[in-house]
């Protein structure tokens, strides 16, 4: 860290060289280039039971949140899992 104007400013290379998007990006968010796709992702989740992240389905069961010890713990999802097919079978 340096100090500038009385301030402590990282060194150049920890700041990023220019910021993400660029001309291309302005211009899709301007024109709404993607309006289509951002309203039918927004339908599909205000519909989800998915309140938050992380959130995944496998085969049909919904893994949320609310069990994060099924995001890390493997034999957890795996009886998760079949007790899930086993309530569908």
């Known amino acids: 860290m340096r ?3 009385g301030r402590l ?3 150049a290379r920890a700041r990023p060289a220019r910021r993400p998007g660029g001309p291309e990006f302005d211009a ?3 024109e709404t ?3 289509d ?3 039918a992702a927004d339908e599909v989740l205000r519909t989800s039971p998915v309140l938050g992240t992380p959130a995944m389905a496998i085969d049909g069961a ?3 949140s609310d069990r994060p010890e099924l995001f890390t713990d493997r034999s957890r ?3 998760h899992l079949r007790k899930a ?3 569908t079978a």
Do not use: C, D, N
């Open 9 to 11: 400013r990282p060194p």
């Open 37 to 39: 796709f951002v309203e």
């Open 33 to 35: 280039k993607h309006q």
């Open 85 to 87: 097919a086993g309530a």
């Open 62 to 64: 919904l893994i949320t």
């Open 28 to 30: 899709a968010v301007l």
């Open 77 to 79: 999802l795996h009886r």
């Open 3 to 5: 100090r500038a104007g």
